[in-house]
């Protein structure tokens, strides 16, 4: 048995199943596209359905924005606040920051390796309907009165059977990236010569696989209390209490990875030189990870309080230490190693390329930074931030720059997936308009949470000013509606406009190699690394263009 699988439907037997004509080539293409192994168009399912649900998650975000700047009753109807906060809270995290991300991964890693596929490529693509189906019935559920809280004992169930279900999917599909970063190398490429992004692909994947798994066996906990006396884990009000640790800070930190991993691919490419910190960099990702440890072992709340006695505070702060600030360490680290590339060596005056990719993966890990040092704060039980949209606005600065991070990769990777390079005065602005989306949408709630704002329910809380803020943010969310709309715009209308270069971004790493777009099986003979940088090889360093 191996690891790399070659099937799906061949074009002659899509040929005879749906015939030549236009409608059998639209069903032949959909054939296609719905039974292939390659890695390349699994990835990009995963991102395109994370951008639509990232729409559809940005227009709920900016109708509870409106629902809280309105102090005379209720805007929206309100028995549907409840299921509307539900699927705005598990939509930044289930079907917005991780298929993006682990999407980009699906996409890129295996091309970036060396390897001819993605290990396991058909559980990569079972992972994927488990995890849409999942996110569909969790849709139903909610629609159906379930849910955290819900009316409905069935809709409650499917609510839980759902998640399990989209869990399974992540699960599988994160299995396969690890397993291609881990056996699928091409000759000559060790662990230390794993490029910056399949490193943080490959930490995302493994923290997935150790998080997740819990969250599955606290769903069957829940299920199986919700479908007999309800006495120990609550019933369908208690359901919140016992997963509500994976949809907030730290847990939520390793579904943004991957934008610190873009950073680092990024910066290296737009001085034209090698990044003189790699071990470090791969420490910084790793810290990241640590997160993971987060939801497989800490259920109940630990705040940190300078209340109590010396051995508390101290006990307190070793959690605070190892759990949440570890993470952000490892956010600061990658920022910090991003720097070292623009410090010249010698005499050399440094050399820059303003590029997309830079951006977005430079601005999507200073908005994942915010978002963890909103998470140590929250953890100040002395701050009293705890159950107010601080810590809503926490996880949104996450979710949205890993979102940033999916946008950033498919923009710097399009040659290898659409086989052209989008122009950079499409995509530069959108990053710049992501970015401020995202400082919109959350920042204000920054503010709101030391005010006391309630995080816990979508109406209107407090005076005038909190009513201002919530404004802003309704604008915040219009304004990522808007981001997603310009990249989907840009990669449609750039397609077949590209000049096919094989690597237009003058990149270091293997994947450049090959042609653009890239070939079923990503290269023509197995590649041989020599270096970190076999791309960069054959020009001179600081010579970006």
Known sequence: MTTIEHTGIEHDQRAVLFGDGKVGSFFSAVADWATST????????????????????????????????????????????LQLF????????????????????????????????????????????????????????LAGNGGIGGGNAQMVDLFLAAHGLMILGIA???????TTVLTSRAPGMTMRRVPFFSWSALVQALALLVALPVMFGVLIYLFVDARNAQLVFGGPLGIGNWIGLFFDTPVVYIYAIPVAGLLAEAMPVAFGRRHPMR?????????????????????????????????????????????????????????????MVAKPSGDAKPSIRVISPLIFGLLGTLMLVL???????????????AGTVFGEAATVFVTFAAALGGLGALIMWAPKLWGMQIPEKKVLPLALLGTLATVLAAGPHYVAGFTGQDGETGVYMGD????????????????????????????????????????PWCAHTIEWSTTSPAPADNFAAMPTVKSAEPELDQTPEGSPS
């Open 38 to 81: 390659d890695h390349k168009k699994i990835g990009r399912l995963y991102a395109g359905f994370g951008m639509l649900a990232l729409i559809g998650v940005a227009v709920i975000g900016a109708l509870l924005g409106l629902e809280r700047t309105n102090a005379n009753g209720y805007v929206l109807p309100e028995d549907s606040i």
């Open 86 to 141: 539900q699927l705005h809270r598990v939509g930044l995290v289930f079907w917005v920051a991780i298929p993006l991300t682990l999407g980009a991964a699906v996409a890129i890693v295996p091309m970036q390796v060396g390897a001819r596929a993605i290990a396991f490529a058909r559980l990569a693509l079972t992972g994927f309907y488990a995890w849409l189906a999942g996110a569909v019935l969790t849709i139903v559920a």
């Open 172 to 178: 599988a599909t994160a299995g396969c990236v690890a």
């Open 279 to 339: 071990q470090v960099v791969f420490a910084g990702l790793a810290l990241i990870g640590v997160a993971a440890l987060t939801g497989a072992t800490l259920q109940n709340d630990f705040a940190t309080t300078f209340n109590g006695d010396g051995s508390s505070v101290i006990k307190h702060l070793v959690v605070l230490a190892f759990f949440v600030a570890l993470p952000l360490l490892g956010g600061v680290i990658t920022l910090a190693t991003a720097a």
């Open 371 to 385: 978002g963890m040092i909103g998470g140590v704060l929250v953890d100040l039980s002395d701050l009293e931030l």
């Open 464 to 503: 005038g000013a909190s009513s201002a803020l919530n404004g802003i943010v309704l604008v915040g969310y219009a304004l990522m509606v808007l981001t997603v709309l310009g990249v989907v715009g840009a990669i449609a209308t750039s397609r077949g406009k590209g000049d096919q270069n094989a690597n």
